[in-house]
């Protein structure tokens, strides 16, 4: 068993044998991830709560923020989708349901708890994690638990190069 820090470490040992043992492929391109995870879902990791806290006009998160959050997880869903993959992107699913919850603010977009908690039962349901070439992914804290919360069910994940 190995231990990944709860901070993003891209550099971690731990890392080079989850690469050995096939559960952590590096530069995976949608073609390759549709080799790999043909006919199961491929949950769609990219930063949302870490790139919306806060705006110039004192909003408590950035709208214009998660609209590009959730544009980015698309835009990526769509590369792997045209590869054959079944694409979840979850960031794009939560920044819709906060666009759409504008008038009543019902839903807390910078609740990491709650939102961890909602999309836990997609990432315990994938057949593969993907995550994707969008600005800060690597210092993401989310996209790095969803890393170690994979990688200790076992399930493959596939760090992509960048897209084109």
Do not use: K
Not at 56 to 65: I, Q, V, Y
Request: net charge negative.
């Amino acid at each position: 068993m190995f231990e990944l820090p709860a901070i993003p470490d891209w550099t971690h040992p731990a890392l080079n044998h989850c690469a050995a043992a096939g559960l952590l492929t590096h530069n995976a391109t949608p073609a390759l991830i549709a080799r790999h995870a043909a006919g199961r879902i491929v949950y769609l990791a990219t930063p949302y709560v870490d790139d919306i806290a806060g705006d110039a006009n004192g909003m408590p998160f950035d709208l214009d923020a998660s609209i590009a959050c959730g544009d980015a997880a698309m835009a990526c869903a769509r590369e792997l989708v045209l590869a054959g993959v079944t694409a979840l992107p979850v960031a794009a699913l939560m920044a819709g349901m906060v666009q759409a919850d504008m008038d009543e603010f019902r839903l807390d977009p910078l609740d990491r708890e709650f939102w961890a908690c909602w999309s836990a039962p997609f990432l315990r349901g994938a057949g593969a994690v993907a995550i994707a070439p969008v600005p800060g992914w690597n210092a993401s804290a989310e996209v790095w638990a969803v890393l170690r919360w994979a990688l200790g069910l076992r399930t493959p994940v596939f760090v992509m190069g960048e897209m084109p």
